[in-house]
């Protein structure tokens, strides 16, 4: 067959078939137009080099072929290609963030693990993505096809543009950084955080809160484990901790003041500026942690250490909120009943502070409320 | 001698770039103007040519099928040296483009002739 056939039926395979046999007759017309003129030009016949030197200057198949295609030239053509990028920078922006908090929550519950984590971490988010990927391009070139133009393409209105904030990383590491300096060195100056100027901390302390919610609550319900807690190494062999009635008491409550705090948050995040709601729905929330903690130092027995067939309680109260049970923790020796009262003085004060927080907090919502005007 | 200083630090991909950018708006008005007469593929490109609009085939042929699509110019099979070719020429609808779009043209030149 003649170059120029083999060249013909090459395009011919890439066109539409109902206009496959008029463009490549044009095309047979062109090429054989410009043979002859450069064969009169030499004043022979052109050998089959020379016929594919002009062949080259017409273009590839593909190309020459491509030319012809009816409909968009691209995948996801110039007007569609922003939301798609963005769609892309956003997608992998949170599925990184997801497969962060799933390391952490991972080396956490088994550090022995940490490279099983790691390597599972790259996975997911290396998967997640090219799948995100693959969905996006699909979802815009369908788009792109069928000329679709939904109004979220065409009716955008300023209100909505504040989500657009998830594809930029320096917001969502602004957001994350607990400093004013560390902010400063994620954001460009006079840049926002949430709608927040970034000298302002709360959306910051109201993200790594919720993060910290979450991951307690997953503990809380049995979701993941954290090696450690139930068991620990003594002198004399494994100690095994055994939770005491009160908390199968508190599970409910518990859960439900987590939640209410995380709702909280939410509520700092979607409206950082509403600073007297946010007090508002502080007070209970505070309240009901302080009637918690009170539950709990009326209960006392908070655990049961095991160690072969000797037992100790943990005992809780606030009798050991004195000095002289930290003065106790001091003499205290390394045995199973020693280590139940070191615990038991330690988890007590550490309760002790936590409720003197929740009480000066309680004080400092009432005093937003009397001073702040906002809503 | 400013001018030639300039032109020696042009970037000469960028440039190559964007006169084909510059080129492309204006390749469908010549296209529609020298095809007040009728001319198949081959003429036309030499008659492009000659003015000094060169265009590669593989772009003249889907321009043509494309401004045919849209109803601006009529095409016909005709037998010519021996050989079927498909000649093409302005529609009625192609003459008021042209027209418009010769109209938008000299404006834009003339804006520009002013800044420039």
């Given amino acids: 067959m003649d170059v120029i056939e083999r060249y013909l039926e090459a395009v011919a395979a890439q066109l539409p078939t109902e206009d496959r046999e008029d463009i490549v007759a044009e095309l047979r017309d062109l090429i054989l137009s410009r043979v002859e003129a450069r ?5 022979r016949a052109l050998t089959d080099e020379e016929k594919e030197a002009i062949l ?43 497969q962060a908090l799933g390391l952490l929550v991972h080396v956490l519950g088994a550090p022995a693990d940490f490279g099983r984590a790691i390597s599972q971490a790259f996975h997911g988010f290396f998967s997640g993505g ?51 300096k560390a902010k400063a060195e994620w954001l460009p100056k006079g840049a926002k955080v949430w709608g927040l100027r970034a000298e302002t901390p709360r959306a910051a302390e109201a993200l790594w809160s919720l993060i910290a919610s979450a991951v307690f609550i997953l503990w809380w319900i049995g979701a993941i484990n954290f090696t450690g807690l139930g068991a620990f190494s003594l002198r004399g062999g494994e100690v095994s901790v055994t939770a005491a009635p009160i908390w199968s008491l508190l599970f409910a409550p518990i859960l439900a003041w987590v939640v209410a705090g995380m709702a909280v948050d939410g509520i700092t995040l979607w409206r950082p500026g509403a600073g007297r709601l946010r007090a508002f729905l502080k007070i209970p929330v505070a309240a009901a942690g302080l009637w918690i903690g009170w539950r ?27 000095l002289e049970a930290l003065r106790a923790i001091n003499e205290a020796g390394r045995g199973l009943a020693d280590t139940a009262m070191t615990l038991g003085s330690v988890l007590s004060w550490a309760l002790a502070i936590i409720m003197l927080c929740l009480a000066f907090d309680i004080l400092t919502q009432m005093w937003r409320i009397a001073t702040v005007k906002d809503c | 001698m400013w001018r030639q200083v300039r032109r020696r630090e042009v970037d000469k991909a960028l440039f190559e770039a964007m006169r084909l950018e510059l080129r492309r708006g204006s390749l469908v008005l010549a296209v529609l103007a020298c095809l007040r007469t009728e001319r198949y593929g081959y003429t ?5 040519a000659a003015d000094g609009l060169e265009m590669e085939e593989s772009t003249l042929y889907p321009l043509l099928r494309r401004l045919e699509g849209q109803g601006l110019l009529t095409s016909e099979w005709r037998e010519e040296e021996k050989r079927k070719k498909r000649f093409y020429v302005l529609s009625p609808q192609g003459e008021a483009m042209l027209a418009a779009l010769t109209e938008e043209w000299r404006g834009i030149n003339a804006s520009l002739d002013r800044m420039l």
Avoid at chain 1, 57 to 64: A, M, N, S, T
Avoid at chain 1, 141 to 155: F, G, N, R, S, V
Avoid at chain 1, 297 to 316: K, M
């Fill in chain 1, 39 to 43: 064969e009169e030009e030499l004043g």
């Fill in chain 1, 130 to 180: 090219l799948t995100l990927l693959g969905a996006l391009t699909l979802a815009g070139a369908i788009m792109e096809h069928y000329d679709i133009k939904p109004t979220w393409l065409t009716q955008w209105r300023v209100r909505d543009l504040s989500a657009f904030g998830l594809a930029d990383p320096a917001k969502w590491g602004a957001s994350m950084a607990g400093s004013d």
């Fill in chain 1, 296 to 322: 709990l130092f009326e209960a006392g027995h908070w655990a049961t250490l095991t160690q072969g067939d000797q037992t100790a309680r943990v005992v809780g109260g606030t009798t050991n909120v004195s």
């Fill in chain 2, 44 to 48: 036309l490109r030499q008659a492009l």
């Fill in chain 1, 56 to 98: 080259h200057e017409i273009g590839h198949p593909l190309v020459v072929a491509a030319r012809y295609r009816k409909g968009p030239d691209s995948l996801i053509g110039p007007e569609l290609f922003p939301y798609w990028l963005f769609g892309a920078k956003a997608g992998l922006i949170v599925i990184a963030a997801v």
